[in-house]
């Protein structure tokens, strides 16, 4: 027990075991809670535990919902017969926000990645063939990189035999920046996906 | 209840009530902690109430600490002539950490802010004074600004006529910058508080 302040210390590890936050931020971080009132740590806590307690992954989807199947998937809204592949929960409301899609999800939980020893059948791409009846298009909605790339391939591979559409995002130089702040990859990729003006 | 994620939700919000973090960020932290066993929330869950309600302010130097008076403050080893007196509880630690000082602390809680309404009052000012005796030396360790420059002031004004040293922490140019990238302000202190080579 170092100067007696051992609960400063194992708060400190274990906000820094969160990713982006270092040691320092989470020193910074166990300071600001120890000069709040005890409500909210109490707070803090309990919102924690209900959570982890009542969150689980939907029976369908795989994204993260309170219930056995989510509010998309249940939604008698959203277009049946277009299905858009993610990586991570997270994936979701990113793209979702944006009200441009308004199929169903599918999340993966990962991407194929021999490397560090993540196969086909680590992610949730059985489940993925298994709800495909009656969809007419897959988007494939991953992170532009290597192992997505061949993750995308690899589902490509066993959609389109079903006569299924399979597309992915767009790549190519984002909004707000400019060509001279692009690197060389993503002027390639844009150059490669270039679109007819109308 | 948005698409039954209502438990993420309050997460997030507690989670980008922190320092430092935003709505991005705190979402990301919560798909983290989703992602891990139930475990890691327990264990985050129940450091935190080990936290707040264990630590206290230390009796003597309103550091904070597990005991009624602080191992600092205990030490047969320090210097009880010299105290050093911070702003807030984390610059014990980082002021400690370089083991340049081996005398005691004393923590303010907050400087003189008369815009924000902090007065003398509210800081641990009363109690510094009371624990003078055998002190020969105050050294007053608050950031460079301008509030602080106040509450220095206001301390030298109530202890110098006890016949105890003042001193504060030299301002400069900080280790490992160069004198193009400072600013103004800060070349003036270093100028100002030039010593003499030997």
């Known amino acids: 027990m170092k100067n007696g302040v ?5 708060m400190v590890d274990i906000l820094s075991s969160l990713p ?8 910074r971080l166990t300071y600001f809670i120890l000069k709040q009132d005890i409500e909210y740590a109490n707070k803090f806590s309990s919102t924690l535990l209900d959570l982890v307690q ?5 029976k369908v989807c795989y994204n993260f ?3 056995e199947v989510c509010k998309i998937c249940q939604s008698e809204k959203r277009d049946k017969s277009k299905i858009c592949v ?3 929960p997270s994936d979701v409301s990113y793209i979702d926000n944006t009200n441009e899609f ?3 999800f599918h999340v993966l939980h990962g991407v194929i990645n021999p490397l560090n020893n993540i196969n086909a059948e680590d992610l949730k791409i059985r489940e993925l063939i298994n709800r495909l009846q009656g ?3 897959v988007i494939i909605a991953l992170n532009p990189n290597v192992e997505s790339d061949i993750t995308a391939q690899y589902l490509a591979n066993l959609i389109k035999p079903l006569n299924i559409k399979v597309t992915k995002l767009a790549s190519g130089i984002p909004l707000g920046t400019s060509i001279e702040y692009s690197d060389n990859a993503t002027i390639s990729r ?9």
């Open 20 to 27: 982006t936050i270092g040691k320092k931020t989470a020193r």
């Open 102 to 104: 308004s199929g169903l």
């Open 65 to 67: 919902t309170e219930l």
């Open 6 to 10: 051992d609960n400063i210390e194992r």
């Open 54 to 58: 009542n969150v689980n992954l939907c």
């Open 135 to 137: 969809v007419d298009e």
């Open 86 to 88: 993610v990586e991570d």
């Open 190 to 198: 844009a150059l490669e996906g270039r679109v007819l003006v109308r």
